[in-house]
């Protein structure tokens, strides 16, 4: 994951600047940089890889600036090379950002025919060059212009921002990526996480979504999404004693969630080339072409990743998958094919029904592969590649951004093979992808609203027992949503495949059952709204989670959860955040310890 810091000081700010960098180094990056404002002008030093060459550099040239910002990169748009590491800048304007700025190509074809030139493949730079372009209608007024810009942007982004000619200003704004302020001793910093600030000041303000920060060194003026001038509690961080600190959220598992929309980008932009909206992978080395099967095997919520990996693979690059938990399949004895794929999906890396069934499946002569968040972890170390997800530490012991970034990774991997196997044409990928991209902005927008998810949780939390249902790639879904609920709230909860309620569980239904339907508006709606009409019926409480209206449902309805209209192929990536609101808030209200669920543990190492 990308990281960002900002310091507006009394001196000399570059060894800060890379100081702070050092502390966001466990998120990962392959290039640095940081640009500070010097007499007036900016100033920049950039280097490919490690904080180190940064270093270096800057001790043969140093950049004396008090007014500076600093970035890891990890590559989205464009190679990890030095032109594209932030900050990225204009004579007037520099930029880090962390995110996906969906519509920069459009900006850059407007900007680019206004004679703007660019000199990186990045997303970024579009915005510096935005930025530079509403400077002159604003009169050269920064924060006139950045907040025309800023309504000109589309993503998931967080930006740091320095202008030349303003040595007492820095812009912060956040949409989808989150960003801290700290308050230092007429120093204001800037941070992608608190922990980049935590050895200048304990003294920090968590930024909303949709908030843009003025900072100056005595301090910071904040705005909401409207423009309207707000306050922002300053409270104290943990950050220093924890190496991993729960941001402003209440748990582990409410900072997770959040995380999602950055991780996800992070994740997506290892597997696809988002500039040239293709998957990109050279990395894999395996020949993707003359697989006879996949045979997919995990635990819990890995195992519904994988579950919609088995759908996504069929459908679109039409290769036989087959799925099995690992408690069983590892007792199974089952015959595998030759040329056969086995694919391990683990946050931990460290599962041991999940690493048994790897070294059965390397007996029997099966390529390895897994998706893993845990790069040094032994699933992945015995494996002969790996697929990572950039999810990041994950604490709280019910799993949710893994589980995403599980589906981006497994979305990814889809598009290797419909691309190898000639099942998805050029045209079919650039529109995946698109839809890909959308993601992290759509999933801002599904965590806009978590007021409705209290309310919710008033009336869930009365149940003994809930049902969710879902039918095709929403399936895995309703079972990830019974997992859910029930390791967090202790509530008794089950998942089905829709057309299965008729076989048997439609004998729980009465007054007393809330039914969560998963049913975005795709080819399977209409069966799936019948068999909402087949609870109903019966006097059964249905919650709706879908795109569509409520009026679709046909009968009167507990709640409608209203998610993003979106490309199907993304469905279960979006659906997975109402889900995991639901259980997170009603666990909340029932006042459960969400983090650490009785009788469970992070990492099931034994059988
Ligand atoms: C549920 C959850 C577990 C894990 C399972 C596998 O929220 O977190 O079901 O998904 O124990 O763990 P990993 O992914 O580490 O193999």
Request: charge should be negative.
């Amino acid at each position: 994951m990308c990281g960002i810091v900002g310091i507006l000081g009394v001196k000399p700010v570059s060894q800060d600047l890379i100081d702070a960098l050092r502390r966001l180094e466990y998120r990962g990056y392959d290039s640095a940089g940081i640009a500070t404002v010097e007499n007036g002008h900016l100033e920049r030093r950039r280097a490919e890889g490690k904080l180190r060459n940064l270093e270096a550099l800057v001790n043969d040239e140093p950049l004396k600036g008090l007014t500076g910002i600093g970035h890891t990169r990890w590559a989205t748009h464009g190679k990890p090379t030095e032109s594209n590491a932030h900050p990225h800048m204009s004579e007037k304007v520099s930029v880090v950002h962390n995110g996906i700025i969906e519509n920069f190509r459009a900006l850059r074809a407007a900007l680019t025919a206004k004679g703007h030139v660019f000199h990186s493949d990045t997303d970024t730079e579009a915005v510096v060059h935005l930025i530079t372009e509403e400077l002159k209608a604003a009169n050269d007024d920064p924060v006139a212009a950045v907040r025309a810009a800023l309504g000109q942007l589309e993503g998931a982004f967080a930006l740091g921002i320095v202008f030349a000619g303003h040595d007492d200003l820095m812009i912060a704004a956040r949409s989808g990526s989150p960003l801290v302020i700290g308050h230092g001793d007429e120093t204001m910093y800037l941070g992608s996480d608190a922990i980049a600030l935590a050895p200048f000041t304990s003294e920090i303000t968590y930024l909303d979504e949709g908030d843009m920060a003025v900072l100056r060194r005595s301090g910071a003026e904040i705005y909401d999404v409207s423009g309207a001038r707000v306050e922002r509690l300053a409270i104290k961080s943990q950050a220093s004693s924890f190496l991993v600190d729960k941001g402003n959220h209440r748990h582990f598992m409410a900072k997770e969630i959040h995380e999602q929309p950055e991780v996800i980008s992070h994740t997506l932009s290892h597997y696809i080339d988002m500039a040239e909206g293709r998957v990109d992978y050279p990395e894999l080395g395996l020949d993707l072409a003359d697989l006879s099967r996949i045979t997919i095997s995990a635990c819990g919520t890995a195992y519904y990743a994988g579950l919609v990996g088995k759908y996504w693979i069929e459908r679109y690059a039409r290769v036989p998958v087959e799925i099995d938990v690992a408690s069983e399949l590892r007792y199974r004895e089952a015959p595998l094919p030759k040329d056969g794929l086995a694919l391990f999906i683990s946050q931990s890396g460290e599962t041991a029904d999940t690493l048994a069934v790897l070294r059965y499946c390397k007996s029997q002569g099966q390529r390895i592969a897994s998706i893993v968040n845990v790069r040094t972890s032994t699933i992945a170390r015995e494996s002969d590649v790996v697929l990572p997800t950039l999810a990041g530490p994950e604490i709280g012991v019910a799993s949710t951004k893994a589980f995403t970034c599980q589906l981006a990774a497994l979305a990814g991997l889809t598009l290797l093979l419909g691309r190898a196997r000639g099942t998805i044409s050029p045209e079919l990928e650039q529109e995946l992808v698109q839809g890909l991209l959308e993601v992290p902005r759509h999933m801002t927008e599904i965590m806009a609203d978590e007021a409705q998810y209290e309310r919710l949780a008033h009336d869930l939390s009365k149940a003994r027992d809930v049902l969710y249902l879902g039918r095709g790639i929403n399936y895995p879904l309703a079972l990830e949503g019974a997992l859910k609920l029930k390791e967090i709230s202790y509530i008794h909860a089950e998942g089905y495949a829709a057309g299965e309620l008729k076989h048997g569980p439609i004998a729980l239904i009465d007054e007393n059952v809330p039914v969560i339907v998963v049913a975005p508006e795709d080819e399977l709606h209409d069966k799936t709204v019948s068999n909402v009409q087949e609870v109903a019926a019966r006097g059964g409480q249905i919650i709706l989670v879908s795109n569509g209206e409520e009026d679709a449902a046909g009968c009167d309805l507990m709640a409608h959860i209203k998610v993003p209209d979106a490309h199907p192929f993304t469905h279960p990536l979006l659906y997975a955040v109402p889900i995991q609101l639901i259980a997170y808030h009603t666990a909340v209200f029932m006042g459960t310890d969400v983090d650490q669920p009785r009788n469970l543990a992070k990492s099931v190492t034994v059988e």
